[in-house]
């Protein structure tokens, strides 16, 4: 999940990062599965905006559906000065769509274990 700046401009301020979370590792973090066994069976994945910290509860949806893949944010909240960056777009959906077929195929083997485990 590369997300790439516009970089400093010449002479410009700056420093590291306040914050010591990396974001990836922040919202892999927050990612869940969820099985219903009931008599609508199925699997969810999703990301639990409620296991993210609290100025990044949006960040999903921002960086799943930016235009383009840009980000535009204010820089540390500094209203007068934003700054851009630049993620993959639809970061969530190719995610998923690439890896559906070994999703689908892993909750079709666990059925034939359970399967085979009634019988």
């Given amino acids: 999940m590369p997300i790439r700046s516009q970089g400093r401009r010449p002479g410009g301020r700056g420093g590291p990062s306040p914050t010591t979370r990396p974001l990836r590792s922040t919202l892999a973090a927050a990612i ?3 099985v219903r066994t009931s008599s609508s069976p199925g699997a ?3 990301v639990d905006k409620g296991m993210l910290p609290r100025d ?3 960040m999903p949806e921002a960086m799943n559906d930016a235009p383009g893949g840009r980000l535009r944010h204010p820089v540390f909240n500094n209203r007068s000065r934003w700054a851009n960056q630049y993620v993959t777009a639809q970061w969530w959906d190719k995610t998923v769509r690439t890896h559906t077929p070994r999703m689908t ?7 034939d274990d359970v399967r085979r485990q009634l019988e």
């Fill in 32 to 34: 869940r599965i969820s």
């Fill in 44 to 46: 969810r994945v999703y």
């Fill in 56 to 58: 990044l509860k949006f």
């Fill in 105 to 111: 195929a892993e909750v079709a083997r666990v059925l």
